[in-house]
């Protein structure tokens, strides 16, 4: 069951036993902030995957990027019969190079050009449909919405919080060490749980094994 957000709050200044004089909701905004991105950095987890269609722009090789994308994971071209086609990633000096002339065809390859667009080779001939596929900006736990990690993982997210605030806090460092120690331990659990795990097909991979101590009788 999610936790709310006010009791979350509540739970960090218990914790710290720090009032709201000290610890206002804005600074503890902050530190909720600071650990979704540092998690989503750290953790390719299912949840920030998305998906977006859009449609190239005959004669222009620049394409938009959306607005909460992080980082891009593929391109697809839906042609008119709805086949589709990954492009391949390049540098943008391979772009200008293989597509010099600025011909029109049907696109193979992009690139990325800044952190707004990218850009394709051939040229798009058509208005075809492109699927971007990518991982979005992690959404914000706050007062009004609640997200995978308030739901699912929120004693890494509190212990990741709580740290924060120790060092905000300036002290005691043994709670310090304390939480970022468990903060540490269960950012790699649940990695191990999303980029290992939930990656795995068990007909294809089999069931994971841990490896048990047998000594000699």
């Not at 909460?68 to 200008?96: P, V």
């Not at 924060?164 to 300036?170: A, G, H, Q, R, T």
Request: glycine content about 4%; charged content about 20%.
């Amino acid at each position: 069951m999610a936790i709310t957000h006010s009791a979350f709050l509540t739970q960090v200044r218990n914790y710290t036993e720090v009032d709201s004089n000290v610890l206002s909701d804005t600074i503890i905004d902050q530190f909720i902030r600071v650990i979704e991105v540092d998690v989503a950095g750290k953790v390719d987890y299912d949840d920030l995957r998305k998906y977006a269609n859009s449609n190239f722009t005959a004669g222009n090789r620049a394409i938009s990027m959306p607005s909460d994308a992080m980082i891009l994971r593929s391109i697809e071209h839906i042609d008119s019969s709805g086949n589709r086609t990954f492009l391949e990633k390049r540098e943008t000096s391979f772009i200008s190079e293989f597509n010099s002339t600025g011909t029109q065809g049907t696109p193979k390859y992009f690139a990325n050009w800044d952190d707004f667009n990218i850009i394709v080779a051939p040229v798009p001939a058509s208005a075809d449909t492109v699927q971007i596929n990518y991982i979005k900006d992690p959404p914000h736990f706050n007062s009004t919405t609640n997200t995978f990690l308030s739901t699912y993982q929120d004693p890494m997210l509190l212990h990741g919080v709580l740290t924060e605030c120790f060092s905000y806090l300036k002290g005691p460092m043994d709670l310090y060490n304390l939480y970022k120690s468990k903060y540490d331990e269960e950012v790699q659990a649940f990695a191990l749980q999303q980029m290992g795990r939930r990656r795995r097909g068990e007909y294809d991979s089999g069931v994971p094994r841990v490896k048990i101590p047998s000594p000699s009788p």
